[in-house]
């Protein structure tokens, strides 16, 4: 008797191969690019052994209800997983995989583009060049804001916030303070200096927000948090929408009290075409595309598919949450 699978999206061909190829689960899947529709999650998930779920899925008592008692493992094709409900999900002996490491560099080397991006006002320029507002070079056009002689604050220098450190320190950054709960044992590799908050928002010129969401960080960077900063300050998030008040950042950045803000995630996403912050030049909003690169999103994959069947089978996991 086959295990029974569910899989909330279309993912990489290599990861479905993994999935089929082994022959203990039969799988089906929500073959779209779409999200699955909420009914349909809770229909397909019933009876399931083995949930594989994107960050874009609400997995919550309702969800591990409907799954019901066969249910053994979840795995997430994500590094966060703030969109689980652990304690739910701990209390029914559920396991759960995800997908830390291999997207680090990606995730880390689209935080440095949009910095740059941002920083040097890339959107707007290329937008001046296609629009015909580009009429002559000018001394004082389209400047913005440079690495060199810096200071950058990196709030949560975990994996990816470390990976962000060692690629932005040969840009010739000359501080680097970062924040979190404890000061890291990896930190002395990239000269970071542990910071208070406070200290980290009033000194740096660049401000990158790297750390998971979780209580203590939803709705950390909010109206206090961005008066703190210097009028000429760059703020970057790569970590979690939820992490930021976006009223408040669009009270800051419309009245310059900050210079500028990259977001590679939003609240909610999409961002709808209308929203306040995509009125402003001085935002630059992604489609949280972190780890999109086609070898990070194909390893990711294989990753997500070998957590999950080792969740059948009782095995070790490549990567298993600790829960
Ligand atoms: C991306 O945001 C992820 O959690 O993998
Ligand atoms: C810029 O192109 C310069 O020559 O200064």
């Known amino acids: 008797q086959l295990m029974k699978v569910y899989v909330t999206r279309r993912i990489p ?7 089929t190829g082994a022959g203990v689960c039969k799988v089906s899947v929500w073959d779209s690019d779409e999200p699955v529709p909420r009914a349909e999650l809770l229909k397909g998930v019933s009876g399931a052994h083995g949930l594989l779920c994107l960050l874009s899925d609400r997995i919550d008592t309702e969800v591990l209800d409907a799954a019901g008692p066969n249910l053994k493992v979840i795995s997430t094709l994500s590094v966060g997983f703030d969109h689980l ?19 680090t560099d990606a995730t880390a080397e689209l935080t440095v583009a ?3 991006a941002t920083a040097r006002r890339l959107p707007e320029g290329v937008q ?22 810096s200071t950058v604050g990196i709030i949560g220098l975990g994996r990816i916030g470390l990976a962000i450190a060692r690629r932005l320190r040969p840009f010739g950054v000359k501080r680097l303070l970062y924040s979190g709960r404890a000061a890291k044992p990896q930190a002395p590799e990239v000269e970071g200096e ?7 928002l009033s000194e740096s010129d660049f401000i990158v927000v790297s750390c998971s969401l979780t209580p ?24 979690r929408g939820s992490v930021v008040n976006q009223e408040d950042l669009y009270e800051a950045l419309s009245g310059g009290q900050i210079a500028a803000a990259g977001l590679d995630v939003t609240t909610p996403e999409p961002l709808p075409t209308d929203h306040p912050l995509l009125t ?10 972190g780890s999109a690169t086609y070898s990070t999103r194909g390893i990711m994959g294989v990753l997500s598919a070998n957590n999950l069947l080792a969740g059948l089978n009782g095995t070790p996991m490549p990567s298993e949450l600790a829960l």
């Open 13 to 19: 061909q290599e990861a479905m191969k993994a999935l």
């Open 85 to 103: 409900a652990i304690n739910e999900i701990k209390k029914r002996g559920v396991r759960v995989g995800y997908t830390p490491d291999v997207l």
């Open 114 to 116: 949009l910095l740059l």
């Open 128 to 149: 001046e060049v296609k629009s015909g507002g580009w009429s002559t070079w000018k001394p004082l056009w389209l400047c913005g804001y440079g690495l060199s002689g």
């Open 194 to 200: 542990y910071a208070p908050l406070d200290t980290l």
């Open 216 to 239: 203590d960080t939803q709705g950390l960077c909010n109206k206090t948090f961005f008066s703190k900063m210097k009028s000429t300050a760059v703020f970057i998030n790569t970590s």
């Open 280 to 289: 402003l030049k001085n935002c630059v909003v992604l489609p949280h595309i």
